[in-house]
């Protein structure tokens, strides 16, 4: 069955536009059986999920860069909740090592989780660019309502009544059981600054070491330069109805500190206040400022 565009579900109180989603496949995902040797790549939308699904995909490539020419990243890395993955799931080659991403927040999946040593890599991005990234990114989905104006977007992200709800409670349910799991968090931020440093860090967790020279293979085709010409990362092969790059780019620019061109002062000034009340006192130690 075909679902429109425009449709919505709403997932133990979280919006997802039902174009990819649909009761089962969220439900599914809440029961999902991790293995141990699974790697989970968790994000909230725009926070950097195809960039580290291609730094993933090379880790456990072996090598063999015909994947990373070939295959799209939502089929090397599918998204649990989506209504595509069992599909890419018994595709999977069982001598490989599972490697999902999905968008849910920790109460859905942490039950499940906890049952297994599965890997999970957190992806967290200053919450200004994720809003303005996720602002242009709904401009060209048609599977996410347009955005009426920047102003209102911004007050429905700060509220949390968004699509894939609240960013704050994304990143601190999830921020949370960083002791509870075997978690890694990694932000967009020391990725773009430290890119092999990052990285380095990113394969002891994973205990798949790499020589520099294979280290030098997945910085060249994890780069910003690499991903934006590539068919199988910059989503060009969604057809156009689904996703129009005329309105904006799927990757747009791959910066730090984008907001900045974005923002008025007023503007500014009100999300540091929810940013203070909501962040203020949560004990997370993340690594930017708010001005």
Same mark, same amino acid.
């Given at each position: 069955?075909?679902?429109?565009?425009?449709?919505?579900?709403?997932?133990?109180?979280?919006?997802?536009?039902?174009?990819?989603?649909?009761?089962?496949? /969220?439900?599914?995902?809440? $029961? =999902? &059986?991790?293995?141990?040797?699974?790697? +989970?790549?968790? *994000?909230?939308?725009? @926070?950097?999920?195809?960039?580290?699904?291609?730094?993933?995909?090379?880790?456990?490539?072996?090598?063999?860069?015909?994947?990373?020419?070939?295959?799209?990243?939502?089929?090397?890395?599918?998204?649990?909740?989506?209504?595509?993955?069992?599909?890419?799931?018994?595709?999977?080659?069982?001598?490989?090592?599972?490697?999902?991403?999905?968008?849910?927040?920790?109460?859905?999946?942490?039950?499940?989780?906890?049952?297994?040593?599965?890997?999970?890599?957190?992806?967290?991005?200053?919450?200004?660019?994720?809003?303005?990234?996720?602002?242009?990114?709904?401009?060209?989905?048609?599977? /996410?309502?347009?955005?009426? $104006? =920047? &102003?209102?977007?911004?007050?429905?992200? +700060?509220?949390? *009544?968004?699509?894939? @709800?609240?960013?704050?409670?994304?990143?601190?349910?999830?921020?949370?059981?960083?002791?509870?799991?075997?978690?890694?968090?990694?932000?967009?931020?020391?990725?773009?600054?430290?890119?092999?440093?990052?990285?380095?860090?990113?394969?002891?967790?994973?205990?798949?070491?790499?020589?520099?020279?294979?280290?030098?293979?997945?910085?060249?085709?994890?780069?910003?330069?690499?991903?934006?010409?590539?068919?199988?990362?910059?989503?060009?092969?969604?057809?156009?109805?689904?996703?129009?790059?005329?309105?904006?780019?799927?990757?747009?620019?791959?910066?730090?500190?984008?907001?900045?061109?974005?923002?008025?002062?007023?503007?500014?000034?009100?999300?540091?206040?929810?940013?203070?009340?909501?962040?203020?006192?949560?004990?997370?130690?993340?690594?930017?400022?708010?001005?």
């Amino acid at each position: 069955m075909s679902r429109s565009l425009d449709s919505e579900e709403v997932f133990d109180g979280v919006r997802f536009p039902g174009y990819i989603h649909t009761p089962e496949s /969220l439900q599914a995902a809440c $029961s =999902f &059986q991790f293995q141990d040797t699974d790697v +989970l790549l968790v *994000t909230f939308p725009k @926070s950097g999920t195809t960039w580290m699904q291609q730094i993933l995909s090379l880790i456990f490539c072996k090598g063999d860069l015909w994947p990373i020419h070939h295959r799209p990243n939502w089929a090397r890395m599918p998204w649990l909740e989506h209504i595509s993955f069992q599909g890419f799931l018994a595709q999977w080659d069982p001598a490989q090592p599972r490697l999902l991403t999905t968008h849910l927040h920790a109460k859905a999946l942490a039950p499940a989780l906890k049952k297994s040593k599965a890997r999970v890599v957190y992806v967290a991005r200053h919450p200004k660019d994720v809003l303005v990234s996720f602002y242009h990114f709904h401009r060209m989905a048609s599977f /996410l309502p347009d955005p009426s $104006s =920047f &102003q209102d977007f911004m007050d429905e992200f +700060l509220q949390g *009544t968004g699509f894939y @709800s609240s960013w704050f409670d994304h990143v601190k349910g999830w921020l949370s059981l960083l002791q509870d799991l075997n978690m890694l968090l990694i932000t967009y931020e020391e990725l773009h600054q430290e890119p092999r440093s990052t990285l380095q860090k990113l394969t002891r967790f994973l205990g798949h070491p790499l020589s520099p020279q294979e280290e030098d293979v997945v910085l060249c085709h994890s780069s910003f330069a690499f991903m934006s010409q590539s068919s199988v990362t910059n989503y060009s092969l969604v057809p156009r109805e689904v996703m129009d790059p005329a309105r904006s780019s799927f990757m747009r620019k791959g910066v730090v500190g984008d907001w900045q061109e974005h923002f008025t002062p007023e503007q500014n000034a009100k999300f540091n206040a929810v940013y203070q009340a909501q962040m203020g006192d949560c004990g997370l130690h993340l690594p930017w400022t708010m001005d």
